[in-house]
C-alpha cells in the first residue's frame, strides 16, 4: 500500500520506511520559525538552541511596535538573534507575514518540515512542504531540540481539472472547498490533477494557508514544474519532493472542475458550510474593506486591486485598506506604480503587517458595521467589534465591492 | 499531573473558536487579565461564575482558529481539564504543552448538561456523571503525548532536559 503526499515526508523525516495513519513519528524539523509576539508573551532566554542554521526570527504581527509591551518584544529578538548568532533575522523594515517572508526567502522547501507558531504556517504546503503551526511552547522547544512529533491523520485528496477562469482566484477555490465540504478536522488536505496548471503560486498558498480555516493539519501541493520553478528562484539549496503513491489510501477523493468556478463570498463567522457563489449572496452595504494578511497580501494580490480601482473610486463611506504582505512585496508594488494607483483611488495602503487581519492594533471595525475581507478568517470578533459582521471574498471582489458600496459580482463593476 | 479530575461542567457548543476564548483586544493584556475575556461574546460574565477545579466541555472542532495560548488563559481562571467531542489539532496541541489536561469523547455534550458534577479519567479519556451513574469513552491520547501532559508539559520537560535556565518561567 502506497503514502500520500504527507505520509512520505513524514516517514523520512523519521527515518521510517513507511507510516500509516495514527502512527505517532518524531520528527527532525529542517526550519523552525520564531514570530515578534513570542518574543513579546512567553519568552525565555535558551540555554542552547539545536541550530541556528534551521532557524529564522521574523518580525510581522505587530510592527511596528503599537505598544512598550511590543517593543519589549523586540528588544529580547534582537538579543537572542545576536547572542545565538541566528542569521535568518527579518527585522522591521526587512520583515513581513512570516508565511510571505517564508516563501520568498526559500526557507519552505518540497519535501521537508517547516514549523512557525502562527496557525498559517500551512501555507507553506503550496511548496510541497510539511509545514504547520505548532504553537509558542512547541515551537520554542523545537527551537531547543530540533525535533517534535506528528500523528499520522487521514488526507483527503482534492482532485482539480478543467481551467481556472481569470475572475476566479485561489480565495474561490478555497471557499468553495469551505462551502462543499465543511471541515476537515483532524485530516490532512492534498492537492492534485491536471487543472493544478492554471492555478499559479500566489493562488496555490492562499488556498495552503486556509487550511488552518477548515481546521485541517496539513495541506499540500505537488512540486510540479511551476512549483519547481518558484523555489529555484528564491533558493539554491537542493531539495527531495515527495509524490504521492499512485495506490495512496485516502479518506475521500474530491473532483472538482476548474471552469465551473465562480467568484465566492462567506457569511460571517466560519467559512466551513457557510461559502456561496456570489449570485447568491445577499446584497450588503459594506463599512470597510481589506485586502491583505499572509493569504491575499502577495504581490499578485495588489496587482489585482491596482488594476481593478485603476480610474476607479471607492465609493463613499467605504474605508479600504490594503496591507501589502511584505516589505519586499510594498516595495515592488511602489515601483510598479500599484500603491499610487490605490491611493489615488481612496484605499489606505499601510506597512507591512498581519495588521487588520487578527484585530490587535490597527484597522479594526466597530459595532454594527460590515466588513468584506481579502484575508484569513472571519470569526466572530476577529477584526474588532463582536458585534461587526465579516464577510470574506477574493481581493477582485473585494475591490469591486470597495467601489460598488456593497458586495457584488466582480464582473459586474469592472467591465 | 492528576489522573482522575472531578469538578463542575460548563457546556459549549461546536466549532468555539479561538477569538472567542483568547480576542485580539485581550493579547494586549497580562495573562491575567486576559483571562477574564474567556467567552466574552459566547458567554458574558462567565469567568465570574467558574471556579478553580472546574472542568469545560465543547462540541465539534473545538479550538479552530489561532496558535495563541489559550491554555494558559484557562489554567489562570483555575480550569482543570478541557473535554470535547473533537479537538483541532493546534488546540489540542497548545493544551498539551502547557500541560493543560485534555480528552476526546464523541458524544460528551449530549451526556453533560452545564453545571453537572462529573468524573474524569485523563488516561484513559472516560467521563462519568455521577448523578445519572451515566459515563462515555472516547479516544485515549496517544502514550507518548500523553506523557508530555503527565510531564506538566514542554516548559518542565525542557527544563528538566537543562534548556531553560533553573527558575526561570514565562
Redesign the interface.
Given at each position: 500500500m502506497g503514502m500520500t503526499m504527507i505520509e512520505k515526508i513524514l516517514a523520512r523525516s523519521s527515518g521510517q520506511d513507511r507510516v500509516k495513519v495514527g502512527d505517532v513519528v518524531v520528527c527532525d524539523v529542517d526550519m523552525t520559525v520564531l514570530i515578534d509576539l513570542q518574543f513579546a508573551t512567553t519568552w525565555m532566554t535558551p540555554t542552547r538552541i539545536a541550530d541556528p542554521e534551521r532557524l529564522a526570527v521574523v518580525m510581522d504581527h505587530a510592527v511596528p511596535a503599537p505598544s512598550v509591551k511590543d517593543a519589549d518584544g523586540g528588544v529580547k529578538a534582537r538579543a537572542f538573534v545576536e547572542q545565538f548568532g541566528v542569521r535568518r533575522f527579518f527585522d522591521v523594515g526587512r520583515h513581513g507575514i512570516c508565511h510571505e517572508v517564508i516563501a520568498q526567502n526559500g526557507l519552505a522547501l518540497p519535501g521537508q518540515i517547516l514549523t512557525c507558531t502562527d496557525s498559517h504556517t500551512c501555507a507553506a504546503g503550496a511548496y510541497n512542504t510539511a509545514a504547520r503551526g505548532l504553537g509558542p511552547v512547541e515551537v520554542y522547544s523545537v527551537m531547543c531540540t530540533g525535533k517534535t512529533w506528528f500523528q499520522i491523520a487521514p488526507t483527503y485528496r482534492y482532485e482539480l481539472t478543467g481551467e481556472k477562469p481569470d475572475v476566479v482566484s485561489g480565495k474561490d477555490i478555497f471557499l468553495h472547498i469551505a462551502g462543499t465540504w465543511g471541515d476537515a478536522t483532524n485530516h490532512n488536505l492534498e492537492f492534485g490533477g491536471d487543472g493544478l496548471r492554471s492555478v499559479p503560486m500566489n493562488d496555490r498558498r492562499t488556498i495552503a494557508t486556509q487550511g488552518a480555516e477548515v481546521s485541517a493539519d496539513f495541506t499540500t501541493f505537488p512540486a510540479d514544474e511551476l512549483c519547481t520553478e518558484f523555489v529555484k528562484q528564491h533558493t539554491d539549496t537542493e531539495f527531495e519532493a515527495a509524490d504521492p503513491d499512485p495506490d495512496a489510501i485516502y479518506a475521500d477523493v474530491r473532483h472538482i472542475d476548474l471552469s465551473s468556478l465562480e467568484p465566492y463570498v462567506a457569511r460571517p463567522g466560519k467559512v466551513s458550510d457557510n461559502a456561496v457563489p456570489v449570485s447568491q449572496i445577499e446584497s450588503r452595504t459594506v463599512n470597510q474593506c481589506f485586502i491583505g494578511s499572509c493569504a491575499n497580501g502577495q504581490i499578485e494580490d495588489l496587482q489585482i486591486a491596482a488594476e481593478a480601482l485603476r480610474d476607479r473610486h471607492v465609493a463613499p463611506g467605504v474605508r479600504l485598506i490594503v496591507t501589502p504582505a511584505s516589505q519586499d512585496v510594498y516595495r515592488e508594488a511602489a515601483h510598479r506604480g500599484y500603491l499610487a494607483t490605490l491611493a489615488d483611488a481612496g484605499a489606505i495602503v499601510t506597512n507591512s503587517t498581519c495588521g487588520a487581519c487578527f484585530g490587535y492594533h490597527m484597522g479594526l471595525v466597530g459595532a454594527g458595521e460590515v466588513c468584506l475581507t481579502a484575508s484569513t478568517r472571519n470569526f466572530t470578533g476577529r477584526m474588532g467589534s463582536p458585534d461587526a459582521e465579516i464577510y470574506m471574498a477574493s481581493p477582485v471582489t473585494v475591490a469591486a465591492s470597495a467601489v460598488a458600496g456593497r458586495i457584488v459580482d466582480p464582473r459586474e463593476v469592472l467591465v | 499531573m492528576q489522573d482522575i479530575i472531578e469538578g463542575k461542567a460548563w457546556v459549549f457548543g461546536d466549532?468555539v473558536?479561538t477569538?472567542?476564548m483568547y480576542?485580539?483586544?485581550a493579547?494586549?493584556l497580562s495573562p491575567e487579565e486576559a483571562a477574564k475575556h474567556v467567552f466574552?461574546?459566547l458567554r458574558p460574565g462567565w469567568t465570574d461564575q467558574v471556579q478553580p477545579g472546574d472542568i469545560v466541555v465543547a462540541g465539534?472542532?473545538f479550538g479552530?482558529?489561532?496558535?495563541r495560548?489559550v491554555a494558559r488563559l484557562f489554567q489562570h481562571l483555575g480550569v482543570a481539564a478541557l473535554v470535547a467531542e473533537?479537538?483541532?489539532?493546534?488546540f489540542l496541541?497548545?493544551c498539551v504543552?502547557?500541560g493543560l489536561p485534555v480528552a476526546t469523547i464523541p458524544g460528551v455534550t449530549r451526556l453533560v448538561g452545564d453545571e453537572d458534577e462529573v468524573r474524569l479519567n485523563v488516561h484513559d479519556a472516560i467521563i462519568e456523571l455521577p448523578r445519572t451513574g451515566g459515563a462515555l469513552a472516547g479516544a485515549p491520547l496517544?502514550e507518548?503525548?500523553y506523557d508530555i501532559l503527565a510531564q506538566g508539559?514542554?516548559?518542565a520537560?525542557?527544563a528538566a532536559?537543562?534548556?531553560?535556565?533553573a527558575g526561570?518561567?514565562?
Open positions: - | 466549532s473558536d477569538d472567542n480576542p485580539g483586544f493579547m494586549k466574552y461574546d465539534r472542532n479552530i482558529g489561532s496558535s495560548p473533537e479537538f483541532n489539532s493546534l496541541r497548545n504543552n502547557f496517544p507518548y503525548v508539559g514542554l516548559f520537560k525542557l532536559d537543562g534548556y531553560i535556565p526561570v518561567r514565562a
